[in-house]
């Protein structure tokens, strides 16, 4: 609906115009969804932009999520990123940085991460929808958590440790094991998030780790937390995915809703992964 108001008169007129753009339902997604290749009983790492899929959704992100675990049906498994990178600490802030007069009062007030609470940060809408969900579990990692809903969610979220978060006891790792499917729904490899747990498996030279700090509960108590951290680099995601995709052919592409949307196996993705930045990063570059 839109006002329009005369200039010279004052008299206000109410103008109904229609919504623009295709009308999309959870059986046009679910169409979508079984034409890329997601089925039944899959274990799916879904990284995701709402704003991509265009459009018009009666439910919008409830839609995605209802549509997804419908393919996926009661034995498959949906997981998402819901991560909470705010929960750091303000002196190694950038985008943007914060007076450093800030620092003491903000880790002194910082709410400490809680799965149920915590909203995600950078995520999208979709996440954020999915985690909130009845039978949503999402891990306690305060800042790479992953929030999962369905036959194996446990087996998933389940002890995801402070130290390395996407490292070979996190989320990633057990989704690898399932021999899951990563699909990127209106994103690129730059957001795919089962190449960290390939960087954090490869050997090449210029790998760092650092300390990073988040604001937890342990024994009922608040406490700002220091763990191990691998210094992640996503910079190269895009050229890593392009390679596999065209050395494997294991990607599937296609369109859900107005989205560019690719399937592929993590598995092969991580192993494929390793090999490449082992081949390829060098110290410093």
Avoid at 54 to 79: C, F, K
Avoid at 109 to 138: H, S, W
Avoid at 188 to 213: I, V, Y
Wanted: proline share 7%.
């Amino acid at each position: 609906m839109r006002i329009i108001r005369k200039k010279e008169t004052g008299e206000v007129k109410t103008v109904q115009q229609e919504i623009q753009g295709d009308l999309i339902t959870i059986e046009t997604l679910v169409e979508d969804l079984t034409a890329m290749g997601v089925s039944a009983g899959m274990t799916l790492l879904v990284h995701s932009s709402m704003k991509a899929m265009g459009g018009w959704m009666p439910g919008g992100p409830v839609d995605v999520v209802l549509a997804l675990e419908q393919v996926l049906g009661p034995e498959g498994t949906l997981v998402m990123p819901t991560h909470t990178s705010g929960l750091s600490d303000p002196g190694g802030w950038s985008m943007p940085p914060v007076r450093e007069s800030w620092w003491e009062p903000i880790r002194r007030t910082m709410p400490a991460y809680d799965p149920d609470l915590t909203p995600t940060r950078n995520m999208g809408a979709i996440p954020e929808c999915f985690r909130k969900q009845k039978g949503a579990v999402r891990s306690l990692h305060p800042q790479l958590s992953f929030a999962a809903r369905g036959n194996r969610v446990q087996d998933i979220v389940a002890d995801h440790p402070l130290e390395f978060g996407m490292g070979e006891r996190s989320p990633l790792a057990r989704i690898y094991e399932a021999e899951g499917w990563v699909l990127l729904l209106g994103v690129g490899h730059g957001n795919n998030t089962s190449l960290h747990l390939a960087e954090m498996r490869a050997d090449f030279p210029g790998k760092t780790e650092m300390t990073a700090k988040a604001p937890i509960v342990r024994d009922g108590i608040r406490e700002w937390a220091s763990f191990r951290e691998l210094d992640y680099d996503s910079s190269d995601f895009e050229a890593i995915g392009r390679d596999f995709a065209k050395h494997t052919g294991l990607v599937r592409s296609g369109r859900i809703a107005n989205a560019m949307a690719m399937l592929m196996p993590q598995k092969p993705l991580v192993d494929y992964g390793v090999c490449w930045m082992e081949r390829n990063r060098q110290a410093g570059g």
